[in-house]
């Protein structure tokens, strides 16, 4: 999952808008896995986390 996260560092936006209406990026190459639509302040919280977790892959304090 870091690799999708990483691909959002620059635009945390558009990772947000990605929680709200997900779509299969690659579903010829993979099975495309379930995951529900988001409200935005849901998805606003999710992406926050997801990047800082990219971040700060050693930080024993982070939300879990």
């Known amino acids: 999952m870091k690799d999708n996260v990483a ?6 936006e558009a990772l947000v808008q990605y929680l709200m209406k997900p779509e299969p990026k690659h579903p010829d190459q993979w ?9 935005e302040s849901d998805a606003k919280t999710m992406a926050a ?9 050693d930080d024993l304090g982070r939300p879990k």
């Open 49 to 57: 986390w997801l990047l800082y977790i990219l971040e700060h892959p």
């Open 7 to 12: 691909q959002y560092a620059q635009n945390p």
């Open 31 to 39: 099975d495309p896995m379930e995951i529900a639509p988001m409200s």
